[in-house]
């Protein structure tokens, strides 16, 4: 499959449960980024990576926990989220830009989440 | 600090019509600013985007206009069809590296 993909589609959590979202982009990008989207905050930067190493955390709880082991697959890891934390999680990834460079960020198709 | 404000939050108009959706934003070091069109159970995707040393960029039937002064950015849409019926978003880079701040988004309603 082309472009950025992501798994699962849906996904049902209990607070105690622990689960993980995985991410995977096929276009030779170094730059990786998990965001949240709701109907509060329609897009939420969550993580930012760059050739593998995180540089930008947006003040995300701990009950997240990103890992980007190569340029080409992001995770997010989850435990004890809260109702609250439901949402559709978006991966994206861009080509490393220099400040202000502008880069297109092509985005995953989410992951619907449910936290009960 | 990181605060882009999009308006209208929703906007229906006539096929046919034009639509015009404004952003400002509060970082004057931003230089980069993006749009994205998000279809109802879809990923959002780049439309157009303008860079601070251009002041209007086109693309068929959209446009985007940036006065850096006054910090503020427009999409134009014109002759709008039930295709461009869609979530938009506008964005800028913030001043952190890689990071884009995302407006609220705008609901655009194209009516046959």
């Known amino acids: 499959e082309t472009g950025v993909t992501q798994t699962p589609r849906h996904l049902v959590m209990g607070m105690t449960n622990k689960k993980s979202l995985k991410c995977e982009q096929h276009?030779?990008?170094?730059?990786m980024y998990w965001y949240k989207q709701s109907a509060k905050k329609p897009l939420e930067l969550m993580f930012v990576y760059n050739f593998k190493e995180q540089t930008e955390n947006n003040s995300v709880p701990s009950r997240f926990s990103p890992e980007c082991p190569n340029s080409s697959h992001l995770f997010l890891h989850l435990h004890t989220l809260q109702p609250e934390d439901s949402a559709l999680y978006l991966c994206a990834s861009s080509q490393v830009a220099h400040p202000g460079q502008g880069y297109e960020q092509y985005f995953g198709p989410g992951t619907r989440l449910t936290v009960t | 600090g990181e605060n882009v404000e999009q308006h209208p939050s929703t906007l229906s108009v006539q096929e046919g019509d034009s639509a015009v959706i404004k952003c400002t934003y509060s970082?004057?070091?931003?230089?980069?600013f993006p749009w994205y069109k998000q279809e109802l159970g879809k990923r959002p995707q780049l439309i157009i985007d303008?860079?601070?040393?251009?002041g209007e960029k086109k693309d068929q039937r959209i446009a985007v206009t940036l006065n850096k002064t006054a910090k503020h950015f427009s999409l134009h849409i014109t002759e709008t069809q039930p295709e461009d019926s869609a979530v938009y978003f506008c964005?800028?880079?913030?001043?952190?590296?890689?990071?884009?701040?995302f407006g609220t988004g705008t609901r655009l309603l194209v009516s046959p």
């Open positions: 276009l030779g990008h170094n730059a």
């Open positions: 970082d004057s070091a931003s230089n980069y």
């Open positions: 303008i860079r601070s040393n251009v």
């Open positions: 964005a800028e880079e913030n001043t952190g590296f890689q990071k884009l701040v």
